[in-house]
């Protein structure tokens, strides 16, 4: 009876060992399809996106082959502009912008909360305001890095217009406060030269 039982456990296992492996072996085909499929989407031109966690909802979104030049930034580096579509049907809460992912082709590579550098491009009355979020590092050897400019409001009146001096964080403000979050454009810092694998940007 033993022996009966070693016996079944043994092919039981070879079997699930067996299925394991052919699970795997697809799993990798497909991974490999995606990978494949997301490159030549980028080379085509590739979609830029602003999204909730784990990509939904959409709150923002842009064709990288629309995106325009806007000249070297630095040595060797270009700067291109991409205005991006808001989803109106879906706007996104002031609670959550900073948590908001960037996506490239389905791919996060951050989010807005995590950025380099924040600047406030410009106050509109005492109502809305426009601040930008840059990240430059890990972003590949072709693509060096992105920024996204969000605005929020309109608030309460303070009596004063705001200024790059005076800043407000989103994290400190309340939904309540806040009646409209948009992002309104992306600038995408490309490499003159880079890894074909890295290019974003079709012809």
């Known amino acids: 009876m033993s022996d009966l039982a070693a016996f079944v456990a043994a092919t039981i296992e ?17 991974i490999s399809r995606t990978r494949a499929s997301a490159l030549q989407s980028a080379k085509k031109g590739g979609c830029f996106e602003v999204t909730g966690k784990a990509g939904s909802p959409v709150y923002a979104h842009g064709l990288l082959h629309k995106s325009k030049c806007n000249g070297i930034v630095e040595e060797g580096v270009l700067v291109y502009h991409l205005n ?3 989803n109106t049907q879906v706007m996104c809460p002031i609670s959550k912008a900073m948590d908001a992912e960037i996506r490239v082709n389905g791919i996060k590579v951050s989010t807005m909360g995590e950025y380099d550098e924040r600047d406030c491009i410009a106050s509109v009355g005492d109502t809305y305001e426009c601040d930008a979020y840059r990240s430059y590092s890990g972003r590949g050897t072709h693509w060096k890095g992105f920024g996204v400019a969000m605005s929020f409001g309109p608030f309460p009146p303070l009596g004063g217009e705001l200024g790059p001096g005076d800043p407000r964080d989103p994290r400190d403000m309340r939904d309540e406060e806040v009646q409209e979050v948009t992002f309104d454009f992306a600038s995408i810092y490309i490499a003159e030269e880079g890894n074909e694998d890295d290019i974003l940007f079709g012809p």
């Not at 070879?14 to 497909?30: A, F, I, P, Q, W």
């Open 14 to 30: 070879s079997k699930v060992v067996e299925d394991l492996k052919e699970e795997n072996d697809t799993l990798r085909e497909e």
């Open 84 to 86: 991006l579509i808001t």
